[in-house]
C-alpha cells in the first residue's frame, strides 16, 4: 500500500512536483485512468493514457504547460491513484464513465453535453448503425429525433479524435455499418446493390448488398455494445466459449466468425514490428489526419469527404527486378491489410509501362464495375507518371474519381485533367498526407524490391 502523502502545506511547490514525478514514473507501464487529487481527497481531474508513467509524470516536469483552464491544477493537486486497464479503448471508456459520474472540476469543458460527441447505436432499424453525434437529443431535427428514438447513447467523450479512432478500429472486429442509408430486411432492391469501400477492405459486412443476414448482424451489433461495457478478457473469455459451443453444434461457420473475432480483438493493442516485415520506425504517421483529409478535399475540389487514398509507386535497380506497390489509408492512416506488391511482368527499366501494368492489374475489378473505386489515387512522380496512369484508366469502362500524382523535391500535385500542378505550402495538412502516402508506398516498394535481390543473390 502506498504511504500517505505529507501534510499540506508541508512542501514547497517544487517538492511536491518531485514527489508527484517520482510517484508517476513508478507506475505500471500499461493504459489507464488517473484521477487527480486535492488536500482533501476531492478528485479534481481525470484522464486516460495509453502508457500512465510516461502520461502522468508529464504534468510534474518544470517546462509543463496545461494551458489556461488547467494550468491551475498544479497548484492544488496533491496526490493522485489510477485504474490499469486492458487497453486504450478500455481506458477512453473508463475516463468517460468516471467523469460523468464524478464532474471533476477541471473537466469543466464536458459539463456541457450538447458541444462533446456521443457514441450512438440504433436500436429500431432492421439492421442498426453505429455513429458519433454532438446532438444527442435530435434537438431541432426530426428525423434525428426519431433515429436516437431508444437508441444506446455512450458519453459525453472528452476527445473527439480518440472517440472517432476507436471507432473506425473496432470496425474492423465487429463490422457495423457506420452509413446513413435505410436498409429494410428483405428488401430485393439490396441484392443489386453495390457496397461501398468499406465492404470490400473487410470493414462492414454490407447489408445494404443482402451479404449478411439480419439475425447474425445484429449480433455482432450486440457484442460490440457488450464490448463497450466489458473488460477485454472476459470478452474473450466469453467469445471462445461460444465459439467452441458453435462447432460442437457443428455450426463451422458461425465458430470461424467468432474466431475471426477473437483474432481482432486480440490485435486491437498490437504494434508493428520489424520481425513482420514492416521497418516501424519510418512508418507514416499523420498528426492530424481529420484536417488533412478536409484540407485535401478542398485543394482537389472533391463534393465528398475523402475515406481512402491509395499510392502507387515503382522501384528498380539498373532496371533489374522492377517492383510496383499499392499502399492504402483510410480516414488518413495506414490500412495494411491492403497493401499489395506486383512484380512487373511486362517491362523492364520503364516507370510508365509498370505504372500502366500496376494500374491494371489493381483496378481491374473496379473499372469493370465490380467494386468501388478509393476516393483519392496517389501515383508517385510528376506529368509523365500521371499521364502513364491515366492512360490505363482509359481503357477502362468504369473511370477513378480522382487521379492525382506528386513530384519530389518541388512537391507539385498534378491533377488529371487540370493543365497546371498545384503548389501547396509545406506545412499544408493535405500536403502532409500526401507526402506520407507517397513515402510510405515508396517504402513499401523498396522494401519489396530489395527482398527480390536478395533472392537472386542467394541463388546465384
Not at 481527497?41 to 489556461?68: C, E, N
Not at 453525434?133 to 444506446?152: H, I, V
Amino acid at each position: 500500500m502506498d504511504d500517505p502523502p505529507p501534510e499540506w502545506g508541508s512542501e514547497a511547490f517544487d517538492e511536491r512536483m518531485l514527489r508527484l514525478n517520482k510517484k508517476a514514473r513508478a507506475l505500471p507501464d500499461v493504459p489507464g485512468v488517473y484521477l487527480m487529487k486535492d488536500a482533501t481527497g476531492v478528485v479534481i481531474y481525470i484522464g486516460k493514457a495509453l502508457r500512465l508513467p510516461d502520461r502522468v509524470s508529464s504534468y510534474f516536469v518544470p517546462s509543463t504547460d496545461l494551458g489556461f483552464s488547467k494550468q491551475p491544477m498544479l497548484d492544488v493537486v496533491h496526490d493522485f491513484e489510477f485504474l490499469a486497464c486492458e487497453s486504450e479503448w478500455e481506458a477512453l471508456l473508463t475516463e468517460n464513465r468516471l467523469i460523468k459520474d464524478t464532474k471533476p472540476r477541471f473537466n469543466v469543458r464536458l459539463l456541457d453535453d450538447k458541444t462533446f460527441p456521443y457514441l450512438v447505436v440504433t436500436t429500431r432499424e432492421d439492421f442498426p448503425r453505429v455513429f458519433v453525434t454532438r446532438n444527442p437529443t435530435g434537438a431541432g431535427d426530426e428525423q434525428m429525433q426519431e433515429l436516437m428514438r431508444g437508441a444506446k447513447v455512450f458519453g459525453p467523450f472528452a476527445n473527439a479524435g480518440a472517440l472517432r479512432e476507436a471507432l473506425a478500429t473496432l470496425q474492423r472486429v465487429f463490422k457495423y455499418r457506420t452509413c446513413k442509408l435505410d436498409i429494410v430486411e428483405n428488401d430485393p432492391k439490396n441484392r443489386f446493390f453495390r457496397p461501398c469501400l468499406l465492404y470490400n477492405i473487410g470493414q462492414c459486412t454490407a447489408p445494404c448488398a443482402d451479404k449478411i443476414k439480419k439475425a447474425e448482424y445484429e449480433a455482432d451489433v450486440e457484442r460490440f455494445v457488450k464490448f463497450l461495457g466489458t473488460k477485454q478478457s472476459v470478452m474473450l473469455r466469453e467469445l471462445r466459449e461460444e465459439m467452441e459451443k458453435a462447432s460442437v453444434e457443428l455450426r463451422f461457420e458461425k465458430a470461424a466468425s467468432v474466431r475471426d473475432q477473437i483474432k481482432a480483438i486480440e490485435r486491437l493493442s498490437e504494434r508493428a514490428d520489424r520481425k513482420d516485415g514492416w521497418q516501424p520506425e519510418t512508418e507514416a504517421v499523420i498528426v492530424e489526419p481529420d484536417k488533412a483529409l478536409k484540407s485535401l478535399q478542398k485543394t482537389l475540389e472533391l463534393d465528398e469527404p475523402i475515406r481512402c487514398i491509395e499510392g502507387i509507386d515503382i522501384a528498380h535497380l539498373q532496371g533489374n527486378e522492377t517492383v510496383g506497390s499499392k499502399v492504402c489509408f483510410i480516414d488518413g492512416r495506414p490500412f495494411k491489410d491492403q497493401y499489395r506488391r506486383y512484380k512487373i511482368q511486362t517491362v523492364d527499366n520503364d516507370d510508365y509501362s509498370s505504372i500502366r501494368e500496376v494500374v491494371l492489374r489493381r483496378y481491374r475489378e473496379a473499372g469493370a464495375g465490380h467494386e468501388l473505386y478509393p476516393e483519392v489515387i496517389l501515383i508517385d512522380g510528376g506529368l509523365g507518371q500521371l499521364h502513364a496512369g491515366l492512360e490505363a484508366f482509359a481503357t477502362l469502362d468504369v473511370k477513378p474519381p480522382m487521379v492525382i500524382s506528386l513530384a519530389k523535391k518541388e512537391e507539385l500535385v498534378y491533377v488529371q485533367q487540370r493543365g497546371e500542378p498545384i503548389r501547396l505550402g509545406r506545412e499544408n495538412f493535405g500536403l502532409k498526407l500526401l507526402q506520407a502516402v507517397r513515402d510510405e508506398a515508396h517504402r513499401f516498394a523498396q522494401h519489396y524490391h530489395h527482398v527480390l535481390r536478395r533472392k537472386k543473390t542467394l541463388e546465384e
